[in-house]
């Protein structure tokens, strides 16, 4: 028997925590021998890309020297650098703030902010001259050399055969940005992300025609690494949505860059049972359109969200370039700031089949689909606030000027279970997130 110790909301214990094991397996025999302990728990045969060809078991091999619990940010830069390349199941307990000291701590001497406004402010500097070749003791300069603390002190590198686990319903980090880079084989699971906030974002003048504020920092980064599943996460804004982010030279303060980026070669990711919320720019999967990135990421980016929550998100869930992406059996709410979920960019290849979305009124069905570039995508068996809809014949009647073309070209072949798409808001609302690990 499997007891269930995190679903609160479901109608039994035994019966939500049974049903979330099957649908990541499909199996009830793989139901009654998957490991109890959540840390030795691999991603399932046939979940998804991060499945293919070696599949994915992070640390689960680990032995008993190579199991961490920590409770602040030191302990885990420890544990992840223990000088061994064994596999290693980190387990984090509470929440661990990356950047406790605050921003000021970051800040070089010189630095101040006011000087900073004077002298890039529009009526002083103009438009159209970046800032790049400001020297070292300039307003920028002291920026940058800011800005390059900060990130030494929140960016953490996990090692290859690495499983992130979080104890319990209330473990995760604030502040910090996960870098998985160029490793094969890591688990993250059961963990709440609050988004780092850039202390130090830079006014770009050649930023649109009225200049923008860029900012650094993703909560989680998978660049150029493969066999990678994240599971049961929640990646929230928390304390510091953008609406309480001040405006300078007309534009927001912007502090925040996105919740989960798959960019840089990266492939066979499965994302499921995640809950992203409360954020802007969500998710890239591809960061460029460049000749030299497209060399890189051809062939590459295979990544499966499925039974992930989207919710009061503006956009990029996810924003695709060049990847076999398959999105099924998801839950998109739209809220205020809505622009749109799925982005179509250079030569993606997009599937989104059995997914629901809640759209309040005045948001129309054609804005779930976003044309960036030319790249036929698949998108059949959706509904849209309960009624079965034809996402790209919606968007194509209301937007002709940005037409897309239906076909990806591909058929998913890696799922497990796949739930009708009217069940899914019940479902996923009530197991996705962080705290509902069995």
């Known amino acids: 028997m499997i007891i269930n110790k995190c679903h609160a909301r479901a109608i039994t214990a035994l019966a939500g925590c049974t049903a979330l094991v099957l649908a990541a397996t499909g199996t009830t025999a793989q139901a009654q021998t998957r490991p109890r302990d959540p840390g030795r728990q691999t991603l399932p045969a046939g979940d998804g890309w991060g499945s293919a060809t070696t599949g994915t078991t992070g640390g689960a091999a680990a032995d008993a020297a190579h199991v961490h619990t920590v409770t602040n940010w030191a302990e885990f830069k420890a544990a992840l650098n223990d000088g061994s390349t064994a596999p290693r199941i980190i387990r ?117 025609a009225v200049g923008n504020w860029n900012s650094e920092y993703d909560s989680a980064v998978v660049y150029g690494s493969t066999h990678v599943w994240l599971d049961h996460n929640t990646f929230t804004d928390g304390d510091h949505p953008d609406s309480s982010l001040p405006s300078y030279f007309g534009r927001i303060y912007e502090q925040h860059d996105g919740e989960l980026d798959i960019v840089k070669g990266a492939d066979y990711v499965t994302a499921s049972w995640n809950v992203f919320t409360d954020h802007d720019k969500t998710i890239l999967v591809g960061n460029s359109d460049s000749a030299s990135m497209a060399a890189v990421d051809r062939g590459h980016l295979k990544v499966t969200f499925h039974h992930n929550l989207f919710s009061n998100l503006v956009e990029r869930a996810p924003r695709v370039r060049f990847g076999q992406v398959d999105s099924y059996n998801n839950h998109f709410v739209a809220g205020d700031g809505f622009s749109y979920s799925y982005g179509i960019g250079m030569e993606s290849q997009l599937v989104a089949e059995h997914n629901a979305f809640t759209l309040p009124g005045g948001i129309s069905a054609a804005t779930v689909l976003k044309k960036w570039k030319e790249a036929p995508l698949t998108a059949r068996d959706n509904y849209v606030n309960g009624v079965a809809t034809d996402l790209i014949a919606v968007h194509n009647a209301e937007i002709p000027s940005e037409t897309l073309q239906s076909g990806a070209g591909w058929t998913p072949a890696l799922r497990t279970r796949v739930d009708p798409p009217r069940a899914v808001p019940g479902i996923v609302d009530h197991r996705a997130g962080a705290g509902k690990v069995c």
């Open 92 to 208: 984090v307990k509470g929440v661990i703030d990356a950047a406790a000291e605050g921003c000021d701590s970051f800040a070089v001497p010189g630095y101040d902010f006011d000087a900073y406004l004077r002298k890039y402010a529009p009526e002083n500097w103009g438009y159209g001259t970046n800032l790049e070749a400001e020297p070292d003791d300039s307003p920028e300069g002291l920026r940058r050399a800011s800005a390059a603390r900060q990130a030494t002190a929140i960016k953490v590198d996990i090692p290859a055969d690495t499983t992130l686990i979080g104890v319990g319903r209330n473990a995760g980090f604030k502040g910090a940005s996960l870098q998985i880079e160029a490793v094969d084989n890591v688990i993250v699971r059961n963990l709440t992300f609050e988004s780092p906030l850039d202390c130090f974002p830079q006014w770009d003048p050649t930023d649109t």
